[in-house]
Structures are given as C-alpha cells and as structure tokens.
C-alpha cells in the first residue's frame, strides 16, 4: 500500500513575471501544459502601505535588479492591478491550473480574498502579522498556506495556537523553509520537515516544503521525509534581470520535478504481495534452490 500522499506542487511565478502581463500569461500557459504542475502563484503587494517612507524611497539594495530609481518605484512597477489578478485567475482556470496568490499586507489581503481563490500563500515576512491572519481566518474560507522561513520555534506555536484559537488550522498548510535566494545544500535544514510534521503535522491541513535552491534533488528528499506540498520558483528564463530568477527553475527543471515527484511518490510503497508479477518471470528464469 501507498502511505505517500500524492505531492501538490507550485509553480511560483511571483514576481519572475517582470511586470509584463503577456509574460506571466506565458508563464501560467508553461506551467500547466508543459510542466504539469497543480497550480501557480502571484504576490500581492501595496508598497505604500507595507513599507516605510524611508524604505519606500531607498534605492535597491541591488541597483542592477530594480525597475525604478527606489525600492518602491521598483516594487509598483512590479504590481498588477486586482483587475489584472481576476484576470490571471480566469486565466489559470482555462488552462486547469490553480491560481494562488500571496498577500504581504492587509489591503492585499482583502482584496485577494475577495477573488476567492482556492488558497492564498502567507509569506514568511508576514507570519507574524496578526492583523493580517485575523482578516483571512474569519473573512476568507479557503486554504492558507503560511511559510516558517525566518522563524523560531516559538513564534511557530504562537502561529500554530492562533489557528487552533481561530479554529482554522485543518484550513492550514505550513512549509518549511529558509528564506534565502539561493539557499546552500548545508543551509536547508530539511530534517526541519519531519520536527514540524512530529509537533503539529495532526493539527494542520499538511506539512510542505518552499525552497529556495538550486537543482532538484533537495525536493525529492524532502518528499520522503513526509512534506506533501511543494513550491518553487518557476521562470522562462533564469538570466533575466531581476532577484528571484537565480534561484528560480525554469520550463524542463520544473517539468522534471513534477515528474520525479511523482514518480517518486509511486515508488514510496510497500511490496503488494511477498513475490511481484514483474519478479515471477524472473524467479521462474534465475532462482536455483538448494533442496
């Protein structure tokens, strides 16, 4: 028997889309047709009200990658519309894939809970924005999906308890993640995945993984150690200007992580009887016995 749940897996387009709608309506075409992945993800962003003034009219840590002259003309410049995200949402269901989004501020919040997608991603960044969490577990029915990237154990279980409090944490899929773009092998910490699945895996919906590093192989891993969801970074093309593409896979890495998982997924089982069919042949060939 199987004891693997089949794996979900996310293609994060995020903000890879570079502020090009024809762009991240390619990028939801791929994703579906081409990498067969279950679903795609937006952010959602009000610069103004997420970031300070100062930090609104910094210039980007890393000029090369910004698209305006500070950090919140870059961020704007980024932005789609809530008409555009409606628009991307018909889109994906067109093309049979899920649209999710995450929000990084309550305005986002309310007006992508509005849209009623089927979940909506808490980034690490705002895991501790209660106001926020309070808005979508009485507001909002669907799944939320929360990182516990830069997180200590603590905050994890105050996060844990308000759901619980809330009475929405079988609503409630958490990751475990390093926020880093990219993230070292010796950085990822994957043993992490079965800590959360012993502590809270029968309070929560699932335990996932959200990577943020290079190849493939780490993802497999984390499969075996019980993480069922899964999200990526997902690009057309990784040399492109901008932070996340580095650490972003693209069209046939995406493809091939769908694949493996999955395949994977069907190799995690116990023999369905002491000799297979596949061995019968065989062991009527090759198997000698000493009588």
């Keep these: ?59 980007h840590p890393n000029p090369s990658n910004s698209y305006g002259t500070t950090y919140g003309e870059h961020r704007e410049f980024l ?13 994906c269901n067109e093309h049979n894939i899920i649209y999710s989004t995450s929000v990084w501020d309550l305005t986002s919040a309310k007006e992508i809970a509005a849209l009623n997608p089927e979940h909506i991603k808490i980034p690490s960044a705002c895991n501790l924005n209660f106001e926020l969490l309070s808005y979508l577990t009485r507001n909002y029915g669907g799944e939320i999906h929360l990182s516990f990237g830069m997180t200590s154990p603590k905050e994890e ?92 896979l693209e069209p046939g890495g995406m493809a091939k992580l769908v694949r493996d998982l999955r395949n994977v997924t069907k190799a995690l089982t116990y023999k369905r009887e002491d000799i297979l069919d596949v061995e019968k042949v065989q062991r009527k060939k090759l198997k000698r016995e000493n009588k």
């Design 157 to 248: 279980q105050q996060i844990i308890e308000f759901f619980q409090d809330e009475k929405r944490n079988q609503d409630l899929v958490i990751y475990s993640c390093v926020s880093g773009y990219p993230v070292a092998f010796e950085d990822l910490s994957l043993l992490d995945i079965r800590r959360l699945i012993e502590q809270y895996g029968d309070k929560v919906k699932a335990v996932g993984f959200s990577g943020h590093h290079l190849g493939i192989a780490a993802d497999i891993a984390a499969l075996t150690l019980g993480a069922t969801y899964f999200e990526r970074h997902f690009t057309l093309d990784r040399t492109w200007k901008g932070t996340d593409h580095a650490a972003s």
């Design 1 to 59: 028997m199987n004891m693997q749940k089949k794996p979900f897996i996310i293609a994060e387009i995020g903000c890879n889309h570079k502020g090009e709608f024809e762009i991240a309506e390619e990028l939801i075409k791929v994703a579906a047709h081409y990498c067969k992945a279950d679903a795609v993800k937006f952010q959602k962003r009000h610069s103004k009200e997420l970031l300070t003034e100062e930090e609104y009219h910094a210039v």
């Design 79 to 91: 932005e789609f519309s809530v008409d555009q995200h409606h628009r991307l949402l018909e889109i």
